[in-house]
């Protein structure tokens, strides 16, 4: 699972994340966190994204490399469908070092993924974009990915979670 997997990028390699990587992945997940001006979200350590990716196994990464130097990198995981009855791929992430863009790495891992959730039974591939990011839609849209304007994003974490956790009776 961690051998280099060829691609029609000269010079560009993927490859599945090992634990050896961990140290890079956090570093990615730095850079994204900048790049979508939410550093200050980064709660996660090293310690706990190691427990994540490599002890629970979680979530996985694809690192993407270009002439032996790790340029990006997209985090998924599998969530489930109720109406479909089956898992699907959720791309949590995906990175491409700016000075890396516009050759094409970032179009590479999402087909790749794309790939992955057909060769694992997915019924559907599903992430999620700031309304900000215009560069971004506007390359998922090319690729044929369709917003789902229907619905919204909804969250708890924090002190809001643990407080509708305590809402609940066992009685």
């Not at 694809?62 to 340029?71: D, R």
Request: hydrophobic share 45%; proline share 2%; with cysteine.
């Amino acid at each position: 699972m961690n051998q280099n997997i060829q691609t029609n990028i000269p010079g560009c390699t993927l490859r599945f994340a090992h634990e050896r990587d961990n140290a890079l992945v956090f570093s990615f997940i730095r850079k994204i966190a900048e790049y979508e001006r939410m550093s200050n979200d980064v709660v996660t350590t090293e310690e706990v994204l190691y427990d994540s990716l490599f002890v629970r196994r979680a979530a996985q990464v694809v690192l993407a490399e270009y002439e032996g130097k790790p340029v990006g990198f997209a985090l998924f995981f599998h969530n489930f469908s109720t109406f479909m009855g089956r898992q699907g791929l959720y791309l949590e992430d995906v990175f491409v070092d700016p000075d890396m863009r516009g050759k094409g790495i970032g179009k590479l891992l999402v087909t790749f993924l794309a790939r992955v959730a057909v060769e694992r039974g997915c019924g559907r591939m599903e992430w999620a974009c700031l309304n900000w990011n215009k560069p971004s839609i506007a390359f998922y849209e090319k690729l044929g990915a369709k917003a789902m304007s229907d619905w919204s994003v909804y969250r708890l974490e924090g002190d809001r979670l643990h407080n509708v956790a305590n809402l609940f009776s066992s009685k």
